[in-house]
């Protein structure tokens, strides 16, 4: 699986960053960025983000 971040949606609050207990993604001003390879799959930042700018898509990996 794989996160996907909407960034025209993305305001850059923050919230992602501090439930991910993989420490994987930055925020950025224009944008933010997911590390794939740190990223354990927990789908927690998918679940906080108040503005749904986070989708898991699947791309073969566990
Ligand atoms: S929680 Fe959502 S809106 Fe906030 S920085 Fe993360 S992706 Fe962007
Ligand atoms: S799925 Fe979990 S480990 Fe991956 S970016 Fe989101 S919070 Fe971090």
Do not use: F, Q, S
Request: net charge negative.
């Amino acid at each position: 699986m794989k996160i996907i971040v909407k960034n025209d949606i993305c305001d850059r609050c923050g919230c992602c960053t501090a439930v991910c207990e993989a420490d994987c993604i930055t925020v950025y001003e224009p944008c933010i960025e997911i590390d794939d390879e740190k990223c354990v799959g927990c789908r927690k930042c998918v679940w906080i983000c108040p503005l749904e700018a986070l989708t898991v898509t699947d791309n073969g990996k566990p």
